[in-house]
C-alpha cells in the first residue's frame, strides 16, 4: 500500500450489509407477478412436476413407512391374540374360561 492511499472505513458492518442485501432480495420476490387480466392460475410445466414429486411421496411413504409400521403393527396384534387366546382366564370378566368345545362360547358368555 502507499503512504498517500487511505482506505475509507465502511459505514456498515459487513454482516449487516448481507442481512439487508436478503431482504431487498425477499422482498422483491414477494411483489405479486405481472399476470394477463383474467387469468389466475398458469398451468406450466410446474403441475406436471408437483404431480410427480407428489407420487413419489406416496410410493416412498408406502415403502418406507405404511408397510414397515403395518407389519410391526400386525405382529402386535397376532402376539396379544395369541396371547389372549392361551390364557385360561377371561379378560374381561376375570373368571375362568369355559372350554370351547365342540363350538366356541358367544362373546357375552364367559
Known amino acids: 500500500m502507499s503512504r498517500g ?4 472505513k465502511a459505514l456498515v458492518p459487513a454482516p449487516l450489509q448481507t442481512a439487508a442485501a ?6 422483491l420476490l414477494a411483489l405479486p407477478a405481472h399476470a394477463e387480466a383474467g387469468k389466475i392460475f398458469d398451468f406450466n410445466l410446474t403441475l ?6 407428489f407420487l413419489l411421496l406416496m410410493v416412498f411413504l408406502d415403502k418406507f413407512w405404511f408397510t414397515p409400521v403395518g ?8 402376539k396379544i391374540r395369541s396371547l389372549l387366546g392361551d390364557s385360561k382366564v377371561c ?8 372350554a370351547q368345545w365342540p ?4 362373546p357375552w358368555l364367559c
Request: charged content about 40%.
Open 5 to 8: 492511499v487511505r482506505r475509507r
Open 22 to 27: 436478503a431482504a431487498v432480495a425477499n422482498v
Open 48 to 53: 406436471p412436476v408437483m404431480v410427480a414429486e
Open 71 to 78: 407389519k410391526v403393527l400386525d405382529e402386535r396384534d397376532a
Open 91 to 98: 379378560a374381561r370378566c376375570r373368571r375362568p374360561r369355559r
Open 103 to 106: 363350538l366356541p362360547a358367544p
